[in-house]
């Protein structure tokens, strides 16, 4: 209780406060979650960072692997002239058998590069399709995670809201004229006109009296005459 009876209170100033912890829990459970969100969020982002990394590596090892295939080819023709002309020397006896199994041996080296750098290209290229897939479900785990963010924020504002109500305001500029609670107090809910409130303010810079006239009398009374008022207590 911050008031007692014949306090003056200014229109907004606390007069009660209640103690509801399991309203404060809430409030703390929910900020924990907005926390978890803004958490989940980053590492979506990190995610979409590292994949697009990835990507772009496996992007960049396609272009390796495509010039090194183009080298590959480059080599086996060229150790496949070369065979054709040692082969045409060898059956002319112009240089030896051993000179053009070696020139075969070269052209098959080639070739076999051909096939390792194919095989290098569909594994880039496979690494880059599941880069830029990871790319996508990363990106949707974020939308997931802001959303999820969203809704942590509108119940971290919603227990915060709840809160506010635990304090009971002056309604107005007044005076306390009546308090029928006292600290430590359980607070009851208004079930109707029979419940007792907390506290009474009466607001009495202005005051409206409303006087009954006898019907006898009434002939005496016209609108604008001036009136006085005693009061006894």
Known sequence: LAVDIGDTVKKGDVLVRLSVPELVD???????????????????????????????????????????????????????????????????????????????????????????????????????????????TAEADKGAAEARHKVALAAVDRARTMITYTEIKAPFHGMITRRTVDTGHFVHPANGPASTPLLEVAKADTVRIFVDVPELEAAYVDTGDPAIIRVQA
């Open 26 to 136: 809430e409030l703390h459970h929910k900020e924990a979650l907005v926390a978890q969100a803004e958490a989940e969020v980053k590492q979506a982002e990190s995610m979409i960072t590292a994949s697009r990394a990835a990507a772009e590596t496996a992007e960049s090892r396609i272009a390796e692997v495509d010039a090194g295939l183009t080298r590959a080819k480059a080599d086996v023709e060229r150790w496949k002239s070369e065979h054709e002309r040692i082969k045409e020397l060898a059956s002319k006896g112009s240089v030896t058998q051993k000179l053009e199994e070696e020139t075969l041996n070269a052209l098959r080296s080639a070739e076999a590069a051909v096939q390792e750098a194919v095989a290098r290209g569909r594994s880039a290229r496979t690494s880059f399709h599941e880069a830029q897939a990871k790319i996508g």
